[in-house]
């Protein structure tokens, strides 16, 4: 991905593996970020190619994709590093929103929904069944019919997930999901996000920056810097990788200087 | 409740004796202000006395001081209640959202509308201010899908409203066809003008998208100017032909056998029945458009557009198409406008460009901010403030806009959103699973 003269990202090529947690690291303006807005369609990368294998539809080529396909048919959901949410709208209206697709169908052009014909109430309240479940599942019941806006940071951040894992995401994107949350509150997002990949059957890919986050629930850990992936693998053998720790300490420099 | 707030808890007798002060001191100002009055008799001035209206005046003041009292305790119950809630550190899930206040002023509001032309049948200036008033609510309605709801700010609005007007005058004047035949083919031509506008400004927001609206107002109004053998330019189109009731149409019986409505359902015939259709007219109009309204917003469509007022990328990230979304506001805000200006030309008869200049697509943006974004009932509300101001300034002569723009900065300061903020939600949890431990 090159912006004019900028390479943002460069010869980077690693994969994801079905139902697993693959998390990306790296120090600030590596390219998360913008990995993230080339996988789900809001960037065009310049070169290269990114192949989604989808268990209904087949691989699709993510790159040929508008973003409102990226998640629509491909089913690829993301989060935002500062969270997006539709802040006057309350949290349920947020989870419904998020299946604006499947009651937009229902609706007929939204012809059977303003007759209130069977087959739109009936999707409707599947919706609403979806949303509540998935509220209930993130505790989040309680601020159902609350303005979005109006809650807490930590809150709003289990919101954003609950509102793509409402839109029935086969790979769910989460970019710093852990932000500004206090140490329960990233526990009880690592319990979360585990069961999502091992119980649901969602692929993650995550950017975060808490390590106890990454090291603790990743199957696999893609490092980047300034744009290259410097090394991937295990949790483990990925912290112990010279490259990895060189360029999040600059160890080296700082030895050669003492010595 | 009553033994915490003892102030709300004022028994019949003491909230009579309140408002009986009120009557009092009223008597006491009105007998010199209303009670008496000097009529010129010959060349000496007579003290007549004005007993009546002097007692409706006290008697206003009494019940209006009961019905204020009231409702301000309610209101400080409320809100004492709120913080005693929030004191306790629970979150409030009201049962029903609406607050039965606005909800009552709206059924009120309706039942007003519904008896307004029978109370006043005699007096055609009341019914057809009325009217005007409607015509802005169903416009100020249709601009809420665009600029409330979809959050696009819309500064050529009467564009629409044109294309209405002049599709209706058209299609009447030139191939003869009627008020209902028209309706639907000019709401299209209106909805097609909206598309034309919308799809190249998908890229715009806030600013830019206002400024390219207004262009867009000035060219319609420009065209119409300039194309005269479509439009007659300057001089406009004239004789429309009125709308008729189910094909009776409203004029004096005369001798060619015509059936007109006073005929048929054998009265006399009075100039006042056509204005009183007109208003039903438009009261039908804008009722079926707030029916509309309010239908789309529970719909997906609905929210759609209220998603996309709140944030552009989040919808994309949901895989919500937002051209397609912006497109059927869009359309259905001008088709709504195009509508009223089918009505428009019916009951005025004539119209020219000078009824769609940009001081009009400002009026209606500003009863719709006014109003409270999104508020459809607000829109009401500010179409009366709007609409009634200068009429009742007519008395203020060269000082009427003066008096004008003071009561929009104060609606503006007193409430910086509107006169009605809150925002109902779409849809509302079910109430079983409120249930909290």
């Known amino acids: 991905m090159r912006f004019g003269g900028l390479t943002a990202i460069d010869e980077l090529s690693f994969a994801a593996p079905v139902r697993q947690i693959t998390s990306i690291i790296g120090p600030n303006g590596a390219g998360k970020t913008t990995l993230f807005n080339c996988i789900t369609g809001f960037y065009r990368p310049s070169a290269g190619s990114i192949v989604l294998a989808h268990p209904v539809r087949g691989s699709l080529r993510l790159e040929t994709l508008e973003s409102h396909r990226v998640a629509r048919e491909a089913q690829v959901l993301r989060t935002f590093q500062n969270t997006r949410l539709f802040p006057k709208m309350t949290v349920l209206e947020n989870m419904i929103v998020a299946q604006h697709n499947a009651l937009q169908a229902a609706s007929f052009f939204s012809l059977a929904g303003l007759f209130k014909l069977r087959r739109y109430r009936l999707a409707e309240k599947q919706a609403l069944e979806q949303a509540m479940s998935w509220l209930q599942r993130l505790k989040l019941l309680e601020f159902a019919n609350i303005a979005a806006g109006v809650l807490p940071y930590g809150t709003q951040r289990r919101v954003e997930i609950g509102r793509a894992m409402c839109a029935d995401p086969v790979l769910l994107c989460l970019d710093e999901p852990a932000a500004g949350l ?27 920056h808490d390590m106890n986050v990454v090291m603790k629930i990743s199957d696999h850990i893609v490092v980047l810097n300034y744009g290259r992936k410097i090394a991937e693998g295990a949790p483990l053998l990925v912290r112990k990788d010279p490259h990895v720790v060189k360029a999040y300490l600059g160890e080296e420099d700082f030895q050669e200087q003492r010595a | 409740m009553r033994a915490i707030f003892p102030r709300q808890a004022l028994s019949i007798a003491e909230r009579l004796r309140d408002a009986g002060w009120i009557a009092f001191v009223a008597l006491v100002l009105g007998v010199p202000m209303i009670g008496l009055t000097t009529v010129d008799a010959g060349n000496k001035l007579v003290v007549h006395t004005r007993l009546p209206l002097l007692m409706e005046f006290v008697a206003a003041c009494f019940l209006g001081r009961l019905a204020l009292r009231f409702s301000l305790d309610k209101f400080a119950q409320r809100k004492i209640e709120r913080q005693a809630q929030e004191a306790r550190r629970t979150v409030q899930i009201p ?81 003869g066809w009627g008020f209902w035949q028209s309706l639907p083919v000019a709401g299209g031509l209106a909805a097609f003008f909206g598309l034309a506008l919308g799809w190249p400004t998908l890229r715009l927001r806030g600013d830019y998208l206002a400024i390219v609206t207004l262009g867009f107002g000035e060219i319609i109004r420009i065209i119409l100017v300039n194309w005269t053998e479509l439009s007659g330019g300057p001089n406009g189109i004239a004789s429309i032909p009125r709308p008729s009731f189910f094909g009776l149409p409203f004029q004096a019986p005369s001798d060619d056998g015509v059936q007109t409505f006073a005929g048929f359902f054998g009265l006399e015939y009075s100039p006042g029945q056509r204005v009183i259709f007109l ?88 009863i719709v901010v006014l109003g409270g974004m999104g508020s459809q009932l607000g829109v009401v509300l500010a179409s009366l403030v709007l609409v009634l101001l200068p009429e009742i300034g007519r008395d203020f002569a060269e000082y009427r806009m003066l008096l004008f723009g003071m009561a929009m900065i104060l609606i503006m300061v007193w409430r910086p959103g509107g006169l009605l903020v809150r925002r109902e939600p779409a849809i509302m949890a079910p109430a079983p699973m409120q249930a909290r431990p």
């Open chain 1, 182 to 208: 206090n140490p329960r509150e990233s526990a009880e997002l690592n319990d979360l996000l585990l069961e999502l990949s091992r119980e649901s059957g969602i692929s993650v890919l995550l950017i975060e």
């Open chain 2, 95 to 175: 049962a029903r959202s609406t607050l039965p206040l606005i909800k009552w002023l709206g059924w009120w509001l309706l039942g007003a509308a519904l008896v307004l032309p029978l109370m006043f049948s005699g007096n055609r200036y009341v019914v057809d201010t009325a009217t005007t008033v409607l015509i802005y609510v169903m416009l100020g309605w249709g601009l809420n899908v665009v600029v409330g709801l979809a959050g696009l700010l819309d500064l050529g609005y009467v564009a629409f409203y044109a294309v209405g007007a002049y599709a209706y005058a058209l299609l009447s004047t030139q191939f």
């Open chain 2, 279 to 366: 208003y039903y007219l438009i009261l039908l109009l804008a009722l079926l458009t707030n029916l509309f309204v309010t239908r789309m917003r529970r719909l997906p469509v609905g929210r759609a557009w209220e998603a996309i007022r709140e944030d552009e990328i989040a919808c994309k990230a949901l895989g919500i198409n937002v051209v397609t979304v912006k497109l059927s506001a869009f359309a259905l805000g001008a088709m709504l406008g195009g509508l009223a200006g089918v009505f428009f030309a019916a009951r005025q008869g004539f119209i020219s460009p000078e009824s769609f200049v940009f001081s009009e697509s400002a009026t209606i943006l500003a």
